[in-house]
């Protein structure tokens, strides 16, 4: 058994040294390097404050283009969800659904930004498709799940009475399940904030055009203080959602007070 | 048993609300869990089912409401078949009770919902997915909390409440259903004995003021006398005695292979363990 483990591990070990080989990732390079890490981080300390107003602005209608497509999202994806749960339908409606939302999931929201800007042209409005896109292909799997995992007790209690199937999803599956969803909206809301901040790389709006506008032509010290706007967001979303999280969903799991 | 394979229908009667004639159930068609129950149930009764664990007791209520098919043999309940995907069934599906082992509540939301979950089949899918009640299910509901003794706790959320409390909105959710049989799975067994005595008393007066069936499954044969007015013993799948209280008498209908010695016996040695 040990050996077993033994074997696995170092076949893993050797995988990663061959791989690196093959993709030319030598950590020699990373050493010589280094160096460019100072003078990149001299260049950052030379923050250019008179940006702070734009990047404020800019990282507004980041999370405005967040927030849209969040909850656009979530509110397509939710009927989805209740569809490809298989607890709830037969295979002939979860089987197509879960396809679907599998193909929707293959591409990453940078290439969803590329082909809406394409489509829409320049601008927020393909950022915000791109994150429903993508919210909708990842929340749907992720509520699909949190939908099976519901407790089985519940419903074949409530199945028992001869309920319908709209009333079994609104009185046992969305209360049982409602503290799971609820922390994967919370999630993929800050999940959402951070990967609109890089859709603007495409031109689909967002912090992010400033930023690789600035680090294109070297100017690392303007670029600095739309990443310090970014960082600061982030984690003042993520104590928001903490607080909320303590709030509505540990407490609904564990019937515990949280002392703040 | 085996002489009366054959005949059909033996011992219909117009009184009773369950029958079942030879039914063997099975998970995986392999090994039956029960094997050849004759059991006859008549309306209104206080019919009790006893014995130990696994002894196939809990699928025996299974079978009754439509969870599941016997393998062979034939149910009646009220003179239709159960089957939960059978149209015909499934619209007095309501007029059973059932109160599953574990309760089954809906633990996130207030005792008052998880009751009113007993009237859904009496409300619109539209008001339903808004959870809109007419005010008289409300009055309803609200008067059976104060019935099974939970006045004042409507708005509660389930997790906060205690053992007991948590079989009292079981209960509560059964008797919005506005049922005629109630199935009762094992609902005090993991309870102190004060505390099942009192839901004992609370799904006896239900019983006699609703003119409900009570089909109960104990692991108590104590109990079990003490409330039901008949009591069935199931023992590895087979109904090996039947008993009833007459007064302060017992009454046998049936003791099959086992002497009543015997099985009393079975009991106290378990109740040691």
Do not use: C
């Not at chain 1, 909708?136 to 009475?161: C, H, N, R, S, W």
């Not at chain 1, 928001?240 to 703040?260: A, E, F, L, N, T």
């Not at chain 2, 009055?139 to 019935?147: G, P, R, S, V, Y």
């Not at chain 2, 109630?182 to 609902?187: F, G, M, N, R, S």
């Amino acid at each position: 058994m040990n050996q077993k483990n033994n074997l696995i591990i170092g076949l893993i070990i050797a995988g990663v040294v061959v791989m690196s080989v093959n993709v030319d990732a030598d950590p020699r390079d990373f050493a010589e390097g280094l160096p460019n890490i100072g003078i990149m981080l001299k260049e950052i300390t030379e923050v250019d404050s008179s940006l702070f107003v734009t990047a404020f602005w800019s990282m507004l209608e980041t999370i405005q283009m967040a927030f849209i497509g969040t909850v656009v999202g979530v509110a397509i994806s939710l009927p989805l969800s209740l569809l490809a749960a298989r607890n709830l339908n037969n295979k002939f409606v979860y089987v197509p659904i879960r396809a679907l939302l599998a193909a929707i999931r293959t591409f990453p929201s940078i290439l969803w930004a590329i082909l809406f800007v394409i489509i829409v042209g320049l601008g927020p409005f393909a950022g915000v498709l791109a994150i429903i896109m993508y919210t909708v292909g990842f929340i749907a799997k992720l509520q699909y799940e949190a939908i099976e995992a519901t407790d089985a007790d519940p419903m074949d209690a409530v199945g028992a009475i001869g309920v319908s199937k709209i009333q079994l999803i609104r009185f046992v599956v969305l209360p049982e399940s409602a503290s799971h969803l609820l922390s994967q909206i919370l999630y993929i809301f800050d999940y959402n904030i951070r990967q609109t901040s890089i859709l603007g790389l495409v031109g689909a709006g967002g912090i992010g055009f400033y930023i690789i506008n600035y680090i294109k032509f070297f100017e690392y010290g303007k670029a600095a203080v739309f990443m310090l706007v970014v960082l600061a967001t982030v984690l003042i979303i993520e104590w928001v959602s903490v607080r909320v999280r303590d709030k509505y969903i540990v407490k609904s799991q564990r019937g515990m007070q949280i002392k703040s | 048993m085996q002489e009366q394979k054959g005949s059909t229908f033996p011992s219909i009667s117009t009184l009773s609300i369950v029958q079942m004639n030879d039914v063997s159930a099975s998970y995986d068609s392999k090994d039956y869990v029960l094997k050849n129950i004759q059991m006859s149930i008549s309306r209104g009764a206080n019919y009790a089912i006893v014995g130990q664990s696994g002894s196939g007791k809990s699928t025996l209520l299974r079978l009754i409401n439509g969870m599941m098919s016997p393998t062979k043999g034939k149910i009646m309940v009220d003179y239709k078949t159960p089957n939960t995907s059978d149209k015909k069934f499934k619209s007095m599906m309501h007029k059973i009770g059932y109160i599953p082992q574990n309760l089954g509540l809906i633990k996130n939301s207030t005792v008052l919902e998880n009751v009113l979950i007993g009237a859904l089949p009496r409300v619109s899918g539209f008001n339903s997915f808004f959870k809109k009640f007419s005010n008289s299910e409300i009055d309803n509901a609200k008067k059976i909390l104060k019935q099974v003794g939970l006045q004042g706790k409507a708005e509660r959320k389930v997790y906060m409440l205690s053992g007991g409390e948590k079989r009292r909105v079981a209960i509560a959710r059964a008797l919005v259903q506005k049922p005629e049989i109630i199935l009762a799975d094992e609902i005090v067994s993991e309870l102190d004995h004060v505390t099942a005595r009192e839901i004992m008393e609370v799904l006896a007066e239900a019983q006699a003021t609703m003119k409900l069936t009570a089909i109960m499954v104990h692991h108590d044969l104590q109990l079990a006398l003490e409330y039901a007015d008949r009591v069935a013993v199931i023992k590895e799948g087979e109904k090996v005695l039947e008993i009833g209280v007459e007064g302060d008498r017992i009454v046998d209908f049936q003791s099959g292979n086992y002497t009543q010695r015997e099985i009393l016996e079975m009991f106290t040695n378990e109740s040691k363990e």
